[in-house]
Every structure is written in structure tokens, then in C-alpha cells.
């Protein structure tokens, strides 16, 4: 397994419920866990993310719901729809989407589908689906 450089690392507060939350629902992958810490390295199609449980190590100040105030992680993905399908089968809201959004990259417009989606404790993931580049207008 090739690390990602950068590979955020979530402190929950109820470690199986988030376990349950990313593998049954979200379907990343147990890459590798330390059940005695209470933590998993996870895997969905190439996004790396840790997740453990609020041991008081990693905190800089009180967390509370909603955690993460102020950061997204953007998660893309092969297929939108696989990720809109278990989230619906696991009556799981949906916050914002699927919708499309663009964004200019110099004088390029990438097009991506995306949907912002809260976990267990709040932090928010967007997934998206790049499906087009066009001219600036």
C-alpha cells in the first residue's frame, strides 16, 4: 500500500459507530486497525483517511458536534451514484446534492457532481465526480 502525503486523521467520539459509518455505509475499506487504540486506517478508491477514537492526544481544544467547523474533505470518487445509493439504503440525509458545480482552474472550467454528506460526529465530506473540462467563457 503506497501512503497518501497528506492523510487526515478524525478523532470520534464513538469509534464502532464511525467504523460502522465508513465501512457499512460510506463502503471505504479496513486498510489496517488497531482495535486495543480503537483505530482504523481507511480506503475508498484511493482516499486515505484515519479514523480513532477521542483519546485526549490529538485535541487542541474541546470537540464537539459539529467537529471539523470550517474544513470539507473532498473525497472523489468513480461513481457518485454507488455512494447516493448506500446513503439512501442506510437512511442516511444527504446535506447538500447531488448536484453539479464548476470551477475555474486557470482558464479551464471543471465540472463535477457532487454531494456534502455529514458523518456521525459532524464532519463534513464531499464527494465528487469530475466528468468534464471546458473553456473559460
Excluded at 28 to 33: L, M, N, R, T, V
Aim: negative net charge.
Amino acid at each position: 500500500m503506497i501512503f497518501n502525503r497528506l492523510i487526515p486523521e478524525l478523532s470520534v467520539s464513538n469509534f464502532e459507530r464511525s467504523l460502522s459509518f465508513y465501512t457499512d455505509v460510506l463502503l471505504f475499506a479496513i486498510e489496517y486497525q488497531r482495535p486495543e487504540h480503537l483505530f482504523a486506517f481507511l480506503n475508498f478508491q484511493g482516499s486515505q483517511l484515519m479514523i480513532e477514537q477521542q483519546n485526549g492526544y490529538w485535541e487542541t481544544g474541546t470537540l464537539e458536534y459539529p467537529c471539523g467547523r470550517g474544513i470539507n474533505f473532498s473525497i472523489q470518487v468513480d461513481s457518485l451514484d454507488d455512494v447516493v445509493e448506500s446513503l439512501n439504503r442506510n437512511n442516511h440525509p444527504i446535506r447538500i446534492g447531488p448536484k453539479v458545480n464548476a470551477y475555474r482552474k486557470g482558464d479551464r472550467i471543471l465540472r463535477h457532481r457532487e454531494l456534502l454528506v455529514l458523518d456521525p460526529d459532524g464532519y463534513l465530506l464531499r464527494f465528487t465526480q469530475h466528468f468534464g473540462l471546458d473553456e473559460a467563457e
